[in-house]
């Protein structure tokens, strides 16, 4: 608007300046008079013509008008309140220059006292007679440009005044339009903030249905697509880290530069590692492999491997599984290894390579030596009758030996598959102890040569002891215990035998003063087949498997079975049973 305003201004300006200077003409006819007048020789008759031809001029713009001869003396005037100039010579150089140099002159001069603008014309005035032409003197001609130019300011100051309402509505009207399109913009800005945030609770306020109000319906329905999707993201997450903290199994994930960047808490706990430590080290660090393989023959070939972290506290034995993180263009990402706990599989196939391999010993040395008599006797031995009745008798025993032994794997089976049921009672433990004791008692006085002599020492509690218990099967842990103490006790030696009660538990123990057991075949000497002194238990006719079952049936009555030994000092096996004190009535109205 500034730059149509000034082409205006200047456009009304040159128009009206273009009027004013053709208004400022003298006609023809008049310019004509003046040319005579000047050339008569009757200088008084003509000044007085020449006033009068002053009058008949149509001064439109009030201007000031001089004739002036060409001798530059002034002949005349149109001011009324100034003929005392008439007949003087003039004095402006304007003047003088026109006459002098012979051209008409046209200016606009500027009075800085009044602050006023003049244009002035000189025209000369040019006498014919023939072919000569003769300047007789000029007009001038002075008009004030103050009308124009207040004619010009009025109409500037009122498109200025009409630019600055124009401003003000345009201003109001573009704070008015830029405000309802910068509020939902504002608004629109602070919800995308809130939903960087993680804030969705928010929600844009929708003013139309134009570009700006469906603008706003998209950041809407972004907000709730997004929140849905941070949930389900969030819900997946939680989802994730549940599992893999209650996961059984090590999950360890990497980059594509084989750095440790997911590990969960049981596989910190197997390789013994701070989860925060661990993240950012090679997982050929973590698993101990480097020496044995590189990361891009995990990445090229993932197999799956077996790494022993076995050390003195405690076994562990992990079956490690690897696979690759790809996407779907084909690129590698990383690296997934999953951590099994082998330890007790690889264990139970040991126990099982062992316990084969131990049956089939056991079996094969009585199977051999019965093999060995009963080719003796085949070929004719049957006939002597001092040899067969040994070899009868030695076939007849392995042959029992081979039979106890199937019959405690059969025992053992069943318990291991549940089948094995146990006919529970409320006993007298002091009796019970004392029937087995009085029994080992009364096979030392009846066998009349002996081949070990014993003594048993019995340490009970003076009160009985009611426990509900499998009579048979107690009684096959107690004889077993006591076979044994006799066994590897010296000749002569003292099986000392204890009964007593604690808070929650009955305890029994069986001490013999034998060579005892070695600290190391402590903890496996309740396996299966399991013998210290190898030799020396085959010899004495034991299948290896007496403690197994004693140990079985403690513990599907509830309690434990331990022992205590020092070799050179003998051995103490402790049996504890649960046990709650009861009255003789309540022990009377059961067993009824």
């Given at each position: 608007?500034?730059?149509v305003?000034?082409v205006?201004?200047r456009?009304?300006?040159?128009q ?14 008049i310019v ?5 007048e ?7 008759k ?13 001064n ?13 003396t002034?002949?005349g ?9 008439v ?6 150089n304007n ?21 006023s603008?003049?244009?002035t ?12 032409s ?15 130019y ?14 600055l ?18 509020r ?8 995308t903030?809130r939903i960087?945030r993680g804030?969705?609770?928010?929600h ?32 997946e ?10 996961m059984?199994?090590g999950?360890?994930?990497t980059d594509?530069?084989?750095?440790l960047?997911?590990i969960?808490?049981?596989?910190s ?8 430590e661990?993240?950012?080290?090679s ?14 023959e ?8 077996v ?9 562990l ?6 696979s690759l ?11 997934v ?10 264990k ?6 062992q ?6 010993h ?5 199977l051999t ?10 070929e ?6 001092e ?17 106890r032994?199937i019959?405690?794997?059969l025992?053992?089976s069943?318990?291991?598959?549940g089948t ?7 006993v007298n ?6 029937y ?25 509690t ?15 842990v107690?004889?077993?215990?006591m076979?044994?103490a006799?066994?590897y006790s ?6 000392t035998?204890r ?8 305890i ?11 600290r ?12 210290v002194d ?9 299948t290896g498997?007496g ?18 030994s020092r ?7 402790y049996i ?8 003789e ?8």
């Amino acid at each position: 608007m500034e730059i149509v305003g000034a082409v205006f201004v200047r456009q009304l300006e040159r128009q009206n300046l273009n009027t004013f200077k053709a208004q400022q003409t003298v006609q023809t006819y008049i310019v004509n008079r003046f040319s005579t007048e000047l050339s008569s020789t009757k200088t008084t008759k003509a000044d007085k013509q020449i006033k009068s031809t002053l009058s008949e001029i149509n001064n439109t713009n009030n201007a000031q008008i001089r004739i002036i001869d060409n001798k530059g003396t002034i002949r005349g005037t149109n001011e009324a309140d100034n003929q005392g100039i008439v007949g003087q010579k003039t004095t402006d150089n304007n003047i003088k220059n026109a006459i002098y140099n012979n051209r008409d002159v046209v200016r606009t001069t500027y009075n800085s006292q009044n602050n006023s603008r003049y244009y002035t014309t000189i025209t000369r005035l040019i006498r014919t007679q023939g072919n000569n032409s003769e300047l007789v003197g000029v007009i001038y001609m002075r008009s004030s440009l103050d009308s124009v130019y207040q004619n010009i300011n009025q109409i500037t100051l009122i498109y200025v005044s009409a630019t600055l309402v124009a401003i003000i509505l345009g201003l109001v009207m573009a704070i008015i339009i830029s405000r309802a399109i910068t509020r939902p913009i504002d608004e629109m800005k602070k919800q995308t903030l809130r939903i960087a945030r993680g804030d969705y609770s928010g929600h844009v306020h929708v003013y139309g249905n134009d570009e700006l109000g469906q603008l706003a319906s998209a950041v809407n329905n972004l907000s709730v697509r997004v929140e849905e999707a941070q949930e389900s993201t969030e819900s997946e997450r939680r989802r994730l880290d549940s599992v893999m903290a209650h996961m059984t199994d090590g999950v360890l994930a990497t980059d594509r530069r084989g750095n440790l960047t997911i590990i969960n808490e049981t596989a910190s706990s197997f390789l013994d590692t701070d989860p925060d430590e661990a993240v950012g080290k090679s997982i050929l660090d973590l698993l101990e492999i480097r020496d044995d393989y590189t990361l891009r023959e995990l990445l090229e070939a993932p197999d799956n491997l077996v790494l022993d972290f076995s050390t003195k506290e405690h076994d562990l034995i992990l079956q490690a599984y690897f696979s690759l993180i790809q996407r779907e263009s084909g690129f590698i990402s990383g690296l997934v290894c999953v951590l099994h706990d082998v330890t007790e599989q690889q264990k139970i196939d040991q126990d099982r390579r062992q316990f084969v391999s131990n049956v089939s010993h056991e079996l094969r040395t009585p199977l051999t030596s019965v093999r060995a008599y009963i080719e003796s006797l085949s070929e004719g031995a049957w006939k002597d009758p001092e040899v067969a009745p040994r070899f009868l008798k030695v076939t007849q025993e392995e042959t029992d030996r081979m039979i106890r032994m199937i019959n405690d794997l059969l025992t053992l089976s069943r318990m291991d598959s549940g089948t094995q049921k146990l006919e529970l009672e409320m006993v007298n433990l002091n009796e019970l102890f004392n029937y087995v004791l009085d029994r080992f008692d009364m096979m030392l006085k009846q066998d009349d040569r002996p081949e070990k002599t014993y003594t048993i020492k019995r340490d009970f509690t003076k009160r009985d002891l009611w426990v509900e218990i499998d009579t048979d099967r107690f009684t096959q842990v107690l004889d077993n215990l006591m076979n044994n103490a006799i066994k590897y006790s010296p000749d002569g030696g003292v099986v000392t035998c204890r009964l007593l009660e604690t808070h929650n538990n009955v305890i029994l123990s069986v001490s013999d003063q034998g060579l005892g057991i070695p600290r190391a075949d402590i903890p496996r000497i309740f396996d299966r087949f399991y013998r210290v002194d190898k030799a020396r238990s085959r010899a004495q006719g034991g299948t290896g498997l007496g403690l197994a079952i004693s140990r079985e049936v403690v513990q599907m009555l509830g309690g434990r079975i331990w022992v205590d030994s020092r070799e050179g000092r003998g051995s103490t096996f402790y049996i504890a049973l649960p046990y709650k004190p009861y009255d003789e009535e309540d022990i009377w109205d059961e067993t009824n």
